[in-house]
């Protein structure tokens, strides 16, 4: 298995961006298909943005398309999730994680793999 860390989290203003990151090691993120998901307070974990392995598809949530970014750098086996136009809504513990078939990117239960989390919180 894969072992991820995620970072870059915090306190923003609404309006502001910041940009995750997810450090992988043990083995390469080009290995999988990797996914951010975020859980607010009392609510289920959600899928957020999705990487397919070739590193070209993209899937987002309709909640953030257009302010979200999902990349990877293959060199620093690192997986990003840019976030601009930040609302309070998308305050939440972002998680990312790692899928090796891809058979559903929406489903928390396909991902074999998963970081700690970073907490993100947007002030109204």
């Known amino acids: 298995q894969v072992q991820l860390v995620e970072s870059g989290g915090g306190l923003v203003q609404a309006g502001g961006s910041l940009r995750l990151s997810c450090a992988a090691s043990?083995?390469?993120?080009?290995?999988?298909?990797m996914g951010w998901f975020r859980q607010a307070p009392g609510k289920e974990r959600e899928f957020v943005a999705a990487?397919?392995?070739?590193?070209?598809?993209?899937y987002a949530a309709d909640s953030v398309k257009g302010r979200f970014a999902i990349s990877r750098d293959n060199a620093k086996n690192t997986l990003y999730l840019q976030m601009n136009s930040l609302k309070p809504e998308d305050t939440a513990v972002y998680y990312c994680?790692?899928?090796?078939?891809?058979?559903?990117?929406?489903?928390?239960?396909?991902?074999?793999?998963w970081g700690r989390g970073t907490q993100v919180s947007v002030s109204s």
């Open positions: 043990g083995r390469s993120v080009s290995n999988y298909y």
């Open positions: 990487l397919a392995r070739n590193g070209r598809l993209t």
């Open positions: 994680a790692a899928d090796p078939y891809g058979s559903n990117l929406y489903d928390t239960k396909k991902y074999d793999s």
